[in-house]
């Protein structure tokens, strides 16, 4: 019997490179998707494109089920309604499920602190009650976040070191972290956290701070702005692959215990080295010259400096990053210039 697994967030970066994954793996993928006025599955595209050719059927695009032709069923509901997370694990019964959503921009968190305390914080546990109440057997996997450590005392910093959250975003996560311990020690809900360092790619939202510059940058290339808007440069991040990371969480369930795992490259760059890196690429030499700094996209509390030690992930899962800091540039970089149609200079 094919393994079914249940992901929220699947329409986000992590989601839609998890289903890849799973789909790859022979699994059934269960997806919960909300109700938006434009219909939003770009990064889910390509698994419709795939079952469009293999059926040479034209595949209605109401975002809705899939299932017979991809493997992929998607379902309507809302990480604030708790009636259809418990409605989804009941019918669904998944093997492992992969609690992805979540309001995920840190700046924005403290514009929407409320929602974001309820979205990724207390959808958490009402996704782990449904669990409870159904009391079906399935692996939890919790998407932590190194945004916990935030003011961090320590470095690296690894599964030991305290947290101290510095937006309402870390906030939300620590409390979905303890949710997850507590329902694993309460009620022995198979559930882990994976405390993932920040992970990008080409399916990366445009306003994180990766992104932004390799979209900025090769418009910048291709003639269609020569300003980019920035704001603090000097937080460092330890910046990985997302690909590499969605298997760190397959990994996770994979494991007869439930635990939790720091998963992170073990590098840390500054955003400064990021924009340098990009502008190098475009083979501009003065960035300075298109880069503004602006106050609108600093935070009231910022998390200066993060470096993890995935050394327990390395031992117990087999897992390591195989793509590092400049590779990921790179992909992110190439993937943006071909999109707005031009080509890195000769040489780079
Ligand atoms: P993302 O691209 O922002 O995706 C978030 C997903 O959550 C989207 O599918 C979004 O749906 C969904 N969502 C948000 N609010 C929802 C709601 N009220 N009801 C139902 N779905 C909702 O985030 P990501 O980068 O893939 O990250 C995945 C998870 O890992 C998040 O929990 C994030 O906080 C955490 N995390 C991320 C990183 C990182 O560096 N990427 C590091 C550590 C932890 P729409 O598409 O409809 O908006
Ligand atoms: O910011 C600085 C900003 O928004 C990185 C999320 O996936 O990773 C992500 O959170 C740094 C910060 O990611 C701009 O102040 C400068 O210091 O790309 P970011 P994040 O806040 O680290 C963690 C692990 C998560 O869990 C989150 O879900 O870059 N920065 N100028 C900027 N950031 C943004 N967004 N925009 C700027 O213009």
């Known amino acids: 019997m094919k393994k079914k697994a249940l992901v929220t967030g699947i329409t986000g970066q992590d989601g839609s490179y998890l289903a890849d994954l799973l789909l790859a793996k022979g699994y059934e993928v269960h997806g919960l998707v909300r109700r938006s006025s434009v219909v939003n599955r770009e990064r889910l595209e390509h698994v419709y494109e795939r079952a469009r050719r293999t059926t040479k059927k034209p595949i209605e695009y109401d975002g809705k089920d899939l299932g017979k032709s991809t493997g992929l069923h998607l379902h309507y509901g809302d990480l604030n309604d708790s009636s259809s997370l418990h409605r989804l694990v009941e019918s669904i019964v998944p093997d492992e499920i992969y609690h992805l959503g979540a309001q995920s921009h840190v700046g924005i968190s403290f514009d929407m602190p409320v929602y974001t305390g309820e979205a990724t914080g207390l959808a958490t546990i009402k996704l782990l009650e449904a669990i409870r109440d159904t009391r079906i057997k399935t692996r939890f996997y919790q998407a932590s976040s190194s945004e916990m450590f935030g003011k961090a005392s320590e470095f690296p910093q690894n599964e030991k070191t305290p947290f101290y959250p510095r937006s309402p975003y870390g906030i939300a996560k620590v409390y979905a972290y303890w949710a997850a311990v507590n329902y694993r020690e309460a009620y022995g809900i198979h559930a882990s956290n994976g405390i993932l360092f920040n992970h990008e790619s080409p399916r990366r939202g445009s306003n994180f701070v990766t992104r932004k510059v390799t979209l900025g940058v090769a418009d910048i290339l291709a003639g ?114 071909k999109t707005v149609g031009v080509t890195l200079p000769k040489g780079k």
């Not at 969605?246 to 924009?275: C, F, N």
């Open 224 to 337: 269609k702005r020569d300003k980019l808007y920035l704001g603090n440069l000097d937080a460092k991040r330890d910046w990985g692959y997302a690909p590499d990371y969605v298997e760190a969480m397959w990994l996770m369930l994979q494991q007869d215990k439930p635990d939790d795992y720091v998963i992170a490259t073990g590098e840390s760059h500054s955003v400064r080295e990021l924009v340098e890196e990009v502008f190098c690429l475009a083979g501009i030499d003065n960035w300075k010259k298109y880069v503004v700094i602006d106050d609108r996209h600093k935070r009231p509390t910022e998390v200066d400096y993060l470096l993890g030690d995935s050394s327990k992930a390395r031992r117990k899962l087999g897992w390591k990053p195989k793509v590092k800091f400049k590779e990921l540039v790179r992909i992110m970089f190439e993937h943006d210039c």
